[in-house]
């Protein structure tokens, strides 16, 4: 009795449906796959439709993508949904090189993701670093149309602002504006901060005039971004005028923008205006995170109020809202007092209950150390 085409691919949805209880292995169903080509009757749509299927169904990335690329070799077409469903997959799972050969695969059948996959997929791209991979993606599509909003390249903008390629920005920005896009708060942002990240004082007012003028209005981030821009430039006055701004426009500072207030605050010893800034918090309903504390606890140390941060410091574990960074105030607090032993043993022991110090853990304790000439 000879097998035909009908008896391998049930076979194989056979092997499928044993797969998804884990009877049989991906090896055997791949010796079926084999055999056939080898022996015949040849596989054909369905067989690979079968194989494909079953791998989607079972989340098996590498070997969806096996198949699609053995699809192509045979010269069949996989359908727009199983391409789809493997991209989507691999976006899901984080695999963006493995996203990246499916999506090169789509290209070959001009295929194109879906809006939901694509705007995911620039942004991890994007977030992960690869601003190559994520402008590859969208020039591909940008000149076949395929670029469906704003939410699609804002990703890029901010990638390549936060590498110091605003210019690079500007020429995307301008592209798109003039392919007829309208930029959200989040485009205008996104080169704000690159401006201010290359020290561009001039653009960074210019093109918040820009933005206004343009009917787009700055949010909370806009503003936070242009008032650590201020503090770290040595600008108080004019930092706390657009705080002052901010507010007058109905744009309350968040507990982010009010970190870095406090922390320029006790850069420069104003305590009065600390106490009047942590009431203001406590009337807005902004309780203190770690980055409220670091900045508290750090300014107590700056100023020499090394027993004060302690007790500080003491209350917030016993509030469990303390991180590495706050504990790496803790043990600097430990060792001004000359007591590194005590602060090694307190990491010891921090770290049998799940603690993970950072390099500056270990380099306070070892200057510590030094300090002490307990080395």
């Not at 994520?134 to 390549?160: E, G, W």
């Not at 109020?305 to 430990?334: P, R």
Request: hydrophobic share 40%; proline share 3%; aromatic share 12%.
């Amino acid at each position: 009795m000879f097998l035909t085409i009908l008896n391998y691919n049930r076979g194989c949805r056979v092997m499928l449906s044993q797969l998804k209880s884990k009877n049989t292995c991906w090896q055997e169903l791949v010796e079926i796959y084999t055999g056939m080509k080898r022996f015949g009757p040849p596989p054909v749509a369905s067989t690979f439709n079968t194989l494909l299927n079953g791998m989607l169904l079972l989340g098996d990335l590498k070997h969806a993508i096996f198949i699609v690329e053995e699809m192509y070799r045979n010269h069949f077409v996989p359908s727009f949904t199983s391409l789809s469903k493997t991209l989507k997959m691999a976006v899901k799972v984080g695999n963006l090189l493995d996203g990246l050969l499916v999506f090169k695969l789509m290209l070959r059948y001009d295929y194109h993701p879906t809006e939901p996959t694509l705007n995911k997929f620039i942004l991890m791209l994007s977030d992960a670093g690869m601003v190559s991979d994520a402008c590859f993606v969208f020039s591909v599509l940008l000149r076949k149309s395929y670029i469906y909003s704003v939410y699609c390249y804002n990703p890029i903008l901010q990638a390549l602002c936060k590498t110091s390629r605003s210019y690079t920005t500007l020429q995307l920005f301008y592209l798109m504006k003039k392919k007829g896009f309208v930029h959200s708060v989040c485009s205008y942002t996104a080169l704000i901060y690159g401006f201010c990240r290359e020290g561009m004082q001039d653009n960074v007012f210019q093109w918040l005039d820009f933005m206004q003028n343009n009917g787009c209005k700055p949010n909370v981030i806009t503003y936070m971004i242009i008032v650590k821009f201020l503090f770290d430039n040595g600008k108080f006055e004019e930092a706390m005028n657009f705080v002052s701004k901010m507010e007058r426009e109905r744009c309350n500072p968040d507990l982010l923008t009010y970190n870095v207030i406090l922390r320029e605050l006790f850069h420069r010893d104003r305590l009065d205006d600390i106490s009047e800034l942590i009431q203001v918090m406590d009337q807005k309903g902004l309780s203190p995170d770690s980055y409220s504390y670091a900045a508290l606890c750090g300014g107590l140390l700056k100023i020499g109020k090394v027993g004060d941060a302690c007790e500080l410091l003491l209350d917030i574990f016993s509030n469990g809202a303390a991180d590495v960074a706050v504990y790496n105030i803790y043990f600097q607090c430990l060792c001004q007092e000359n007591k590194s032993r005590e602060a090694l043993s307190q990491l010891k022991r921090k770290m049998k209950v799940g603690f993970k110090p950072n390099n500056v853990s270990y380099n306070t304790i070892l200057s510590g150390f030094c300090k002490e000439k307990k080395y």
